[in-house]
């Protein structure tokens, strides 16, 4: 069964950099859509972007100035970065996968970032 | 930029049916995608491409969408299916969701 777990720091410090990766299981990464969505505490779902297995990238233009996404199909991961953060983007973050039929059929759980001093 | 309307709350006896709205200009010449995100969990998508249904998601489940409207309609409710609804749509290549319905069942 094909499982996405998120990984990387909880705590950020403001201006810094959030780094985190998404690692894929029980399916490969060379092929579909594979995307970043956040989610700031009690509130609703924003989509950041999405990465091809070749690595062409579409982002949200809201966030697209400060965002970067890579992906690495030797170790079946792909990775999301959002520069000069602020306590705006608090959130929880969620990798999914976006299927043939342009849905989010499978979620990792979810990883708290806090941007804070 | 493209918005997805949804209200913020929806309430509904058990057994009855729930209906969720979700609007936008010219949404019904788009897909709609609906997620149920229980409280603590990630989302889980219920509907795809405005109607059908993905394997394990139960019957009672059902979607729709025309002209500014799409809707995703719960016969038969549940207290487990008390939780947030989202709407999603693509507006070019940008992906939008909606404002999120707090679905309670009472």
């Known amino acids: 069964q094909v499982q996405l777990q998120e990984s990387g720091p909880g705590l950020v410090r403001p201006s810094e950099t959030l780094s985190l990766t998404c690692t894929v299981s029980g399916a490969s990464i060379n092929s579909l859509y594979w995307s970043w969505i956040r989610q700031p505490p009690g509130k609703g779902l924003e989509w950041i972007g999405y990465?091809?297995?070749?690595?062409?990238?579409t982002y949200n233009p809201s966030l697209r100035s400060r965002v970067s996404l890579s992906v690495d199909r030797s170790k079946n991961q792909f990775s999301l970065k959002v520069r000069s953060v602020t306590a705006a983007d608090t959130a929880i973050y969620f990798c999914?996968?976006?299927?043939?039929?342009?849905?989010?059929?499978?979620w990792g759980r979810g990883t708290l970032v806090t941007v804070s001093s | 930029s493209y918005e997805l309307t949804q209200p913020p709350s929806v309430s509904v006896s058990p057994g009855q049916t729930a209906s969720i709205t979700c609007s936008g200009d010219k949404l019904g010449d788009k897909y709609v995608c609906w997620y149920q995100q229980r409280p603590g969990q990630s989302p889980v998508l219920v509907i795809y491409?405005?109607?059908k249904r993905p394997s394990g998601i139960p019957e009672r489940f059902s979607g729709s969408n025309s002209e500014n409207t799409a809707t995703l309609t719960i016969r038969g409710t549940q207290a487990i299916d008390e939780a947030d609804y989202f709407c999603q749509a693509w507006d070019s290549s940008t992906l939008i969701f909606g404002g999120g319905t707090r679905l309670t069942v009472l």
């Open positions: 491409q405005n109607i």
């Open positions: 999914a996968r976006e299927n043939r039929d342009r849905a989010f059929d499978i």
């Open positions: 990465i091809y297995y070749s690595g062409s990238t």
